[in-house]
């Protein structure tokens, strides 16, 4: 049987990757089974959260007993086809074969062209110097006083936070990168009035900030702790407030800030209409796929800011890309500055331990463009999260293991070997999502589903979001319920993107009867009331949201979160999913497994095919 016929029988392929390979067949009979696997496989590895497909480890696409063709004469043979097109370095593809063979990786076309036109425009951005930036000592010298304010300890040690405002100074592309709590949100505030006090002082209008995210949470998270870092920045000595009034107050989606159009995959900005905006942040940046960061670069205007902000150690975007991975392997550690910026900024953060160049940095594309923040601030004496997380970020599973079974870290529980949280801790989890139903107002409700979530690491199977979520409907019920109706007190999760509602994928909602009986399905939103109503049956597509995948609930943070893992091994499993569901604990955290299906998850990566990095080397 032929790898084609194989693959799709076993229920590898999706119909969609099987309808590409057959076209091709129809198209010309004489087409290779090698190249048409290779399309089908290229097809299902962007439906699988990579760039492209890479014949020589097919096994990061599809594992199982699958008796993979030798890379070399796959990749012959490939680009022997008339359906493959093998770009020169500088070529744009402009052939209309339906895949590409670059860096010996098979890519959907359109998929290689965003790649390429991403690191193109990243690199453009990086190499273009701030508008309105700080080149003369004496323009650094003017901001020294305010600078000191911001950062007291800027000249003691390696202060990160520091070096992040001051570089921002002189760079066009940042990459702020850290895990939670390491005050990237309250970095940022002040390197925002540092760029508003520099403005000042060369006479120039304030800039025209923009603050977004990928999700409508995380939009929402950021521009929560936005506020609360600016309410510090008020009552600092030596910060005059009238530069805080010139931050926003609420931070958007990327695709409402960029702008979406009706029917089409195309944004309202795009290089032709760039951003009317000097400084773009960006939080979540790990979430953001291949093509909408492809996009969102070629928006921002030349000679605007933009900084990425996001933790490497979460999980990749559920969409193709693991675009942040790729730029952060071409910007190095982002534990030096450039020997340029050093000098230049030396008056604001004095000598820095390390320079671009010095042994270990490396010559990375990007170095210099990047700042890994490291010391954590959060409180840690009533949740004591940050070994935990570092274990787990390391794959250290005897460490994990023995902190978890330690009992010594305030707020973290171990439920080792429990398989149904819904047994064991029935009511504690009940108990919290009946008081949903029973809450004063909408908002009161919505606020309150935030305390608790139940994270699983699979969809489906006995311990997937979906089995458990009915279980728990039916529970709430008192009886078997028909699929999807909508009852008081049901929490949902949005599905897809309705930019008819406002609604987006992975928003919150919460059935409740109003006065007269009827059904509202309600979501927070920006608005006095805080609140929308929809009826039920006008929603797009949903499903219950009381357990929630931990891909799902990337962005949001709860105060107590319960991860389930799996009673067996599953390839979904990773260290960064671990990491990902533990970090969006706030105050408790209690992980159900087993050591076998933990060092499983430990020792696996969540790895992902792509070009980038190589791209932009
Ligand atoms: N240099 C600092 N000194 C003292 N406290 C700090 C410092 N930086 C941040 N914090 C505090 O640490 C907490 C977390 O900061 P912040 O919200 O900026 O972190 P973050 O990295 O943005 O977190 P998240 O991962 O949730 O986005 C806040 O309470 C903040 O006030």
Redesign the pocket.
């Known amino acids: 049987m032929s790898l084609l016929d194989s693959l799709f029988r076993s229920g590898a392929l999706r119909a969609l990757d099987h309808a590409l390979a057959q076209a091709l067949r129809r198209l010309d009979p004489a087409t290779p089974d090698a190249v048409l696997a290779g399309a089908a496989l290229a097809s299902l590895a962007v439906g699988s959260g990579h760039a492209a497909f890479d014949p020589a480890r097919p096994w990061l696409l599809l594992d199982g007993t699958i008796e993979w063709p030798q890379a070399q004469p796959w990749l012959d043979s490939l680009s022997a086809s008339r359906w493959v097109t093998l770009p020169a370095k500088s070529d744009t593809a402009a052939t209309d074969a339906p895949l590409v063979l670059d860096g010996g990786l098979l890519y959907l076309r359109r998929y290689r062209e965003y790649e390429r036109r991403l690191a193109a425009r990243l690199q453009g951005i990086a190499a273009h110097p701030p508008a309105a930036g700080a080149t003369t000592s004496g323009d650094v010298a003017a901001l020294a006083p305010l600078f000191a304010a911001l950062f007291p300890q800027a000249h003691q040690g390696d202060d990160r ?1 520091a070096r992040v405002a001051a570089l921002a100074l002189r760079r066009s592309l940042l990459l702020v990168t ?1 895990g ?7 970095t940022i505030t002040r390197l925002l009035v540092l760029l508003v006090a520099q403005a000042r002082l060369a006479g120039a209008a304030p800039p025209r900030i923009a603050l977004a995210a990928p999700t409508g949470r995380a939009a929402e998270r950021m521009a929560g ?1 936005l506020r609360n ?1 600016l309410a ?1 920045l008020r009552d600092l000595p030596g910060v005059d407030r009238a530069l805080c009034d010139e931050l926003p107050a609420s931070a958007s989606t990327l695709h409402r800030l960029l702008g979406t159009l009706p029917d089409s995959p195309r944004f309202r900005h795009d290089a032709a209409h760039p951003l009317p905006v000097d400084v773009v942040i960006v939080d979540e940046a790990s979430m953001v796929d291949l093509p909408l960061m492809c996009k969102l670069v070629e928006a921002v205007p030349d000679g605007a800011r933009l900084v990425l902000l996001g ?1 490497p150690d979460q999980l990749p975007s559920v969409e193709a890309g693991d675009v942040l991975a790729g730029i952060l392997a071409a910007a190095g550690a982002g534990d030096a500055l450039s020997v340029d910026d050093a000098h230049a900024l030396a008056a604001l953060i004095g000598e820095p331990a390390k320079v671009a160049g010095d042994a270990g940095s490396g010559p990375a594309a990007l170095a210099g463009h990047r700042v890994q923040l490291q010391r954590g ?2 409180q840690a004496e009533v949740f004591h999260l940050a070994p935990l997380a570092n274990a787990v970020r390391d794959g250290d599973a005897d460490r994990t293991l023995a902190l978890l079974r330690g009992g010594e870290l305030a707020g973290v529980h171990f439920h080792e070997d429990l398989a149904d949280p819904l047994d064991d801790h029935r009511d504690v989890l009940l108990g919290h999502w009946r008081e949903l139903a029973a809450a004063a107002t909408p908002a009161d409700a919505l606020a309150r589903a935030g305390e608790l979530r139940l994270l699983t690491a699979l969809r489906d199977g006995p311990q997937g979001a979906r089995g458990l979520n009915a279980r728990i409907e039916d529970a709430l019920l008192g009886r078997t319920r028909g699929n999807g109706t909508p009852f008081h007190g049901r929490l949902l999760q949005i599905t897809e993107n309705s930019y008819r509602h406002r609604l987006f994928n992975g928003d919150i909602g919460i059935c409740l009867r109003d006065g007269n009986g009827a059904l509202v399905a309600w979501f927070a939103d920006g608005s006095e009331a805080g609140v929308r109503g929809f009826h039920p049956a006008a929603l797009p597509a949903h499903e219950g949201a009381f357990v929630t995948t931990v891909h799902k609930a990337q962005g949001s943070e709860f105060d107590a979160v319960w991860l389930q893992l799996p009673r067996q091994d599953s390839r979904v499993l990773s260290r960064e999913l671990v990491y990902t569901a533990l970090t969006r604990a706030r105050r408790e955290l209690h992980v159900c497994a087993s050591e076998a299906v933990l060092r499983a998850a430990l020792s696996r990566h969540a790895q992902r095919v792509s070009g980038l990095a190589r791209r932009l080397a």
Do not use: C, L, N
Request: hydrophobic share 5%; charged share 20%; net charge positive.
């Open positions: 936070q850290g939670p709590g390491t005050g990237k949100t309250t702790s870092a510090q933790d601030y959060r």
